[in-house]
T-cell receptor
Framework: KQEVTQIPAALSVPEGENLVLNCSFT??????LQWFRQDPGKGLTSLLL?????REQTSGRLNASLDKSSGRSTLYIAASQPGDSATYLC??????????FGTGTRLTVIP | DAGVIQSPRHEVTEMGQEVTLRCKPI?????LFWYRQTMMRGLELLIY????????DSGMPEDRFSAKMPNASFSTLKIQPSEPRDSAVYFC??????????????FGEGSRLTVL
């Protein structure tokens, strides 16, 4: 059974710092991995989707990596800003069409 | 595109009442998902549809929960009778077929349900 773990559960950093969020999964037979952002009281917004054939995917200040063999993905945020404060969730496909979500990392960027 | 639209955004009801949550997926998306999010259990898939047909409802907690998708642009999730433990945020999400970026999942803003 797939398990997705995100550590730490919460993270506070001063503005301008680079940071890394971690996602671990137990079943490496995945065909992609998706990172989402959730603001308080809002739905989830897709940030990046990495195909299993890719090792990295970049969008602006965000860079996500995927290492299937070790069951890990990281989300790198460069030059963090207060607007980056949110909960970040990773998700992997399970079965044909479901996504299994991690419990998320709540990020606070302090001005 | 307007994105996935859910209503109501907030619902407060008393135990035993019927609750109906509504969702309009993004036009052209052939998959629709209903998720529930709680502090204790995180995001859980309740049911999903493909081309308006329910494919997997194994996540529906009990018979009090039912979902329908009468057409490609509308789905409902109904709880009857509601109980306090049903209090949660219910999300609808949709996507196109495909495993690449075309298969990205898009969420609505959720319906926050409180059952007193």
């Amino acid at each position: 059974k797939q398990e997705v773990t995100q550590i730490p559960a919460a993270l506070s950093v001063p503005e301008g710092e680079n940071l890394v969020l971690n996602c671990s999964f137990t079943d490496s037979a995945i065909y992609n991995l998706q990172w989402f952002r959730q603001d308080p009281g809002k739905g989830l917004t897709s940030l990046l989707l990495i195909q299993s054939s890719q090792r990295e995917q970049t969008s602006g200040r965000l860079n996500a990596s995927l290492d299937k063999s070790s069951g890990r993905s990281t989300l790198y945020i460069a030059a963090s800003q207060p607007g980056d404060s949110a909960t970040y969730l990773c998700a992997v496909p399970t079965g044909a069409n479901n996504l299994f979500f991690g419990t998320g990392t709540r990020l606070t960027v302090i001005p | 595109d307007a994105g996935v639209i859910q209503s109501p955004r907030h619902e407060v009801t008393e135990m035993g009442q019927e609750v109906t949550l509504r969702c309009k997926p993004i036009s052209g998306h052939d998959y629709l998902f209903w998720y529930r999010q709680t502090m204790m259990r995180g995001l859980e898939l309740l049911i999903y549809f493909n081309n308006n047909v329910p494919i997997d409802d194994s996540g529906m907690p009990e018979d009090r929960f039912s979902a329908k998708m009468p057409n490609a642009s509308f789905s409902t999730l109904k709880i009857q009778p509601s109980e306090p433990r049903d209090s949660a945020v219910y999300f609808c999400a949709s996507r196109r077929s495909g495993t690449g970026r075309t298969g990205e999942l898009f969420f609505g803003e959720g319906s926050r349900l409180t059952v007193l």
